[in-house]
Protein backbone atom coordinates (compact mmCIF):
# COMPACT_ATOMS: atom_id res chain seq x y z
CA UNK A 1 0.00 0.00 0.00
CA UNK A 2 1.14 3.37 -0.98
CA UNK A 3 1.97 5.62 1.84
CA UNK A 4 3.02 8.83 2.30
CA UNK A 5 3.54 11.09 6.28
CA UNK A 6 3.88 14.39 6.21
CA UNK A 7 5.62 15.83 9.31
CA UNK A 8 7.19 19.11 10.32
CA UNK A 9 4.38 21.74 10.75
CA UNK A 10 3.62 23.96 13.57
CA UNK A 11 3.00 27.70 14.74
CA UNK A 12 5.87 30.00 13.61
CA UNK A 13 6.76 33.66 13.87
CA UNK A 14 6.55 35.97 10.57
CA UNK A 15 9.82 35.39 9.57
CA UNK A 16 11.06 32.37 10.96
CA UNK A 17 11.85 28.64 9.41
CA UNK A 18 10.79 24.94 9.12
CA UNK A 19 11.86 21.62 7.77
CA UNK A 20 8.89 19.59 6.54
CA UNK A 21 9.73 15.95 5.96
CA UNK A 22 7.67 13.44 3.84
CA UNK A 23 7.97 9.64 4.47
CA UNK A 24 6.71 7.11 1.90
CA UNK A 25 6.50 3.67 1.71
CA UNK A 26 4.64 1.19 -0.56
CA UNK A 27 6.97 2.18 -3.88
CA UNK A 28 10.00 2.68 -5.41
CA UNK A 29 10.94 6.35 -4.05
CA UNK A 30 13.62 6.84 -6.84
CA UNK A 31 12.00 6.14 -9.49
CA UNK A 32 9.21 9.38 -8.99
CA UNK A 33 9.18 12.78 -9.37
CA UNK A 34 7.83 14.30 -6.24
CA UNK A 35 6.15 17.36 -5.40
CA UNK A 36 4.74 20.12 -2.70
CA UNK A 37 1.47 21.15 -2.82
CA UNK A 38 -0.52 23.59 0.06
CA UNK A 39 -4.10 24.52 0.71
CA UNK A 40 -4.50 27.66 2.73
CA UNK A 41 -7.54 27.44 5.14
CA UNK A 42 -11.29 27.90 2.54
CA UNK A 43 -8.86 27.75 -0.45
CA UNK A 44 -8.16 25.54 -3.11
CA UNK A 45 -4.75 24.19 -4.03
CA UNK A 46 -1.59 25.43 -5.24
CA UNK A 47 1.59 23.71 -6.56
CA UNK A 48 4.79 24.45 -4.73
CA UNK A 49 7.80 22.76 -5.76
CA UNK A 50 8.49 19.61 -7.26
CA UNK A 51 12.02 17.72 -7.45
CA UNK A 52 13.21 14.91 -9.94
CA UNK A 53 14.10 10.90 -9.45
CA UNK A 54 18.00 12.23 -8.84
CA UNK A 55 17.29 15.19 -7.45
CA UNK A 56 19.16 16.77 -10.48
CA UNK A 57 15.96 18.94 -11.35
CA UNK A 58 14.19 21.10 -8.79
CA UNK A 59 11.32 23.70 -10.02
CA UNK A 60 9.23 26.55 -7.91
CA UNK A 61 6.02 28.44 -7.54
CA UNK A 62 7.38 31.64 -8.42
CA UNK A 63 6.21 33.45 -5.03
CA UNK A 64 8.48 31.33 -2.86
CA UNK A 65 11.31 30.59 -5.76
CA UNK A 66 13.94 32.32 -2.93
CA UNK A 67 12.78 31.09 0.23
CA UNK A 68 11.59 27.29 -0.05
CA UNK A 69 14.21 24.72 -0.86
CA UNK A 70 12.89 20.96 -1.98
CA UNK A 71 15.29 18.19 -1.59
CA UNK A 72 15.28 14.21 -1.03
CA UNK A 73 17.41 11.31 0.44
CA UNK A 74 16.18 8.34 -1.87
CA UNK A 75 18.08 6.14 0.49
CA UNK A 76 15.84 7.42 3.41
CA UNK A 77 12.40 7.44 0.96
CA UNK A 78 11.92 11.02 2.20
CA UNK A 79 11.18 14.29 0.74
CA UNK A 80 11.70 17.82 2.26
CA UNK A 81 10.97 21.05 2.43
CA UNK A 82 12.66 23.73 3.92
CA UNK A 83 10.96 26.97 4.50
CA UNK A 84 12.69 30.56 5.20
CA UNK A 85 11.54 34.10 5.82
CA UNK A 86 7.91 32.43 6.27
CA UNK A 87 4.86 35.03 6.01
CA UNK A 88 1.18 35.16 6.91
CA UNK A 89 0.25 33.86 3.52
CA UNK A 90 2.28 30.72 4.06
CA UNK A 91 -0.16 29.89 6.53
CA UNK A 92 -1.74 26.60 5.10
CA UNK A 93 -1.70 22.51 4.99
CA UNK A 94 1.27 21.32 3.00
CA UNK A 95 0.99 18.04 1.29
CA UNK A 96 3.48 15.80 -0.04
CA UNK A 97 2.26 14.10 -3.52
CA UNK A 98 3.46 11.92 -5.49
CA UNK A 99 4.04 12.83 -9.11
CA UNK A 100 3.26 9.91 -11.69
CA UNK A 101 3.57 12.39 -14.71
CA UNK A 102 1.49 14.39 -15.04
CA UNK A 103 -0.92 13.47 -12.67
CA UNK A 104 -0.31 13.60 -8.73
CA UNK A 105 -1.51 10.42 -8.08
CA UNK A 106 -0.93 9.90 -4.58
CA UNK A 107 -0.89 12.11 -1.69
CA UNK A 108 -0.31 12.19 2.25
CA UNK A 109 -2.56 13.39 4.49
CA UNK A 110 -0.70 16.96 5.02
CA UNK A 111 1.01 19.41 7.99
CA UNK A 112 -0.30 22.06 9.19
CA UNK A 113 2.05 25.51 8.54
CA UNK A 114 0.50 28.06 10.81
CA UNK A 115 2.51 31.54 10.61
CA UNK A 116 1.72 34.24 13.26
CA UNK A 117 2.35 38.37 13.05
CA UNK B 1 1.45 31.26 -12.21
CA UNK B 2 -2.37 32.54 -12.29
CA UNK B 3 -4.70 29.84 -10.95
CA UNK B 4 -7.12 28.48 -13.10
CA UNK B 5 -10.67 29.87 -13.21
CA UNK B 6 -13.48 27.61 -11.06
CA UNK B 7 -16.93 28.50 -10.09
CA UNK B 8 -17.15 28.63 -6.00
CA UNK B 9 -19.78 26.03 -5.79
CA UNK B 10 -22.43 24.16 -7.92
CA UNK B 11 -25.50 21.78 -6.81
CA UNK B 12 -27.43 18.95 -7.93
CA UNK B 13 -30.08 16.46 -6.71
CA UNK B 14 -29.34 12.94 -6.49
CA UNK B 15 -29.36 11.45 -9.73
CA UNK B 16 -29.15 14.34 -11.54
CA UNK B 17 -26.09 15.14 -13.45
CA UNK B 18 -24.01 18.65 -12.59
CA UNK B 19 -20.39 20.02 -15.08
CA UNK B 20 -17.76 21.99 -13.45
CA UNK B 21 -15.86 24.30 -15.77
CA UNK B 22 -12.24 25.20 -15.57
CA UNK B 23 -10.45 27.74 -17.33
CA UNK B 24 -7.08 28.77 -17.99
CA UNK B 25 -5.30 30.07 -20.86
CA UNK B 26 -3.14 28.89 -23.90
CA UNK B 27 -0.58 28.51 -21.65
CA UNK B 28 -1.88 25.93 -19.65
CA UNK B 29 -5.60 24.49 -19.95
CA UNK B 30 -5.06 25.31 -23.75
CA UNK B 31 -1.33 24.23 -24.54
CA UNK B 32 -1.43 20.95 -22.47
CA UNK B 33 -3.93 17.85 -22.88
CA UNK B 34 -2.72 17.47 -18.82
CA UNK B 35 -5.83 18.85 -17.66
CA UNK B 36 -6.34 16.51 -14.00
CA UNK B 37 -9.04 16.67 -11.28
CA UNK B 38 -9.04 15.75 -8.21
CA UNK B 39 -11.98 15.16 -5.49
CA UNK B 40 -11.48 16.27 -1.93
CA UNK B 41 -14.09 15.51 1.13
CA UNK B 42 -13.54 17.76 4.42
CA UNK B 43 -10.33 17.05 6.38
CA UNK B 44 -8.92 14.65 3.86
CA UNK B 45 -6.66 14.64 1.02
CA UNK B 46 -6.94 14.81 -2.43
CA UNK B 47 -7.63 11.96 -4.41
CA UNK B 48 -7.26 12.43 -8.42
CA UNK B 49 -10.10 11.22 -10.17
CA UNK B 50 -9.50 12.27 -13.96
CA UNK B 51 -5.83 12.55 -15.40
CA UNK B 52 -5.03 13.37 -19.31
CA UNK B 53 -8.53 15.48 -19.91
CA UNK B 54 -10.57 12.62 -19.88
CA UNK B 55 -8.90 9.24 -18.49
CA UNK B 56 -10.29 7.76 -15.50
CA UNK B 57 -7.91 5.96 -12.63
CA UNK B 58 -8.88 2.33 -11.83
CA UNK B 59 -11.62 2.58 -9.45
CA UNK B 60 -13.12 5.54 -10.28
CA UNK B 61 -16.99 5.25 -11.41
CA UNK B 62 -17.35 5.96 -14.88
CA UNK B 63 -20.32 8.75 -13.63
CA UNK B 64 -17.24 11.02 -13.31
CA UNK B 65 -15.94 12.47 -16.98
CA UNK B 66 -13.87 15.15 -18.34
CA UNK B 67 -13.55 16.95 -21.47
CA UNK B 68 -11.89 20.29 -23.07
CA UNK B 69 -12.45 22.87 -25.30
CA UNK B 70 -10.22 24.85 -25.87
CA UNK B 71 -8.75 27.17 -22.83
CA UNK B 72 -11.75 25.59 -20.74
CA UNK B 73 -11.93 22.16 -19.21
CA UNK B 74 -15.13 20.17 -17.57
CA UNK B 75 -15.82 17.84 -15.11
CA UNK B 76 -19.45 16.37 -15.44
CA UNK B 77 -20.75 13.96 -13.11
CA UNK B 78 -23.82 11.88 -14.07
CA UNK B 79 -26.17 9.59 -11.74
CA UNK B 80 -24.98 11.98 -8.61
CA UNK B 81 -24.46 10.48 -4.90
CA UNK B 82 -24.81 11.52 -1.86
CA UNK B 83 -21.30 10.54 -1.69
CA UNK B 84 -20.35 12.87 -4.34
CA UNK B 85 -20.48 15.86 -1.82
CA UNK B 86 -17.12 17.30 -1.89
CA UNK B 87 -14.94 19.60 -3.17
CA UNK B 88 -13.73 19.62 -6.23
CA UNK B 89 -9.83 21.17 -7.98
CA UNK B 90 -9.24 21.26 -11.56
CA UNK B 91 -5.20 21.22 -12.07
CA UNK B 92 -3.09 21.60 -15.46
CA UNK B 93 0.76 21.29 -16.47
CA UNK B 94 1.85 24.91 -17.10
CA UNK B 95 5.44 24.20 -18.70
CA UNK B 96 8.53 23.92 -17.57
CA UNK B 97 7.69 21.31 -14.84
CA UNK B 98 5.00 23.52 -13.44
CA UNK B 99 1.76 23.19 -12.54
CA UNK B 100 -1.20 25.24 -11.76
CA UNK B 101 -4.68 24.60 -9.91
CA UNK B 102 -7.92 25.82 -9.47
CA UNK B 103 -9.64 27.67 -7.00
CA UNK B 104 -11.92 24.52 -6.06
CA UNK B 105 -15.32 24.14 -6.54
CA UNK B 106 -17.67 22.87 -3.74
CA UNK B 107 -19.99 20.71 -5.11
CA UNK B 108 -23.72 20.05 -2.86
CA UNK B 109 -26.08 16.93 -3.41
CA UNK B 110 -29.09 18.29 -2.47
Known amino acids: EVQLVESGGGLVQSGGSLRLSCVVSGFTFSDYWMSWVRQAPGKGLEWVAN????????NYLDSVKDRFTISRDNAKSSLYLQINSLRVEDTAVYYC??????????WGRGTLVTVSS | QSALTQPPSVSGSPGQSVTISCTGT?????????VSWYQQHPGKAPKVIIY???KRPSGVPDRFSGSKSGNTASLTISGLQAEDDADYHCCSYAGSYTWVFGGGTKLTVL
Open chain 1, 97 to 106: ARVNWPRFDS
Open chain 2, 52 to 54: DVS
Open chain 2, 26 to 34: SSDVGGYNY
Open chain 1, 51 to 58: IKQAGTEK
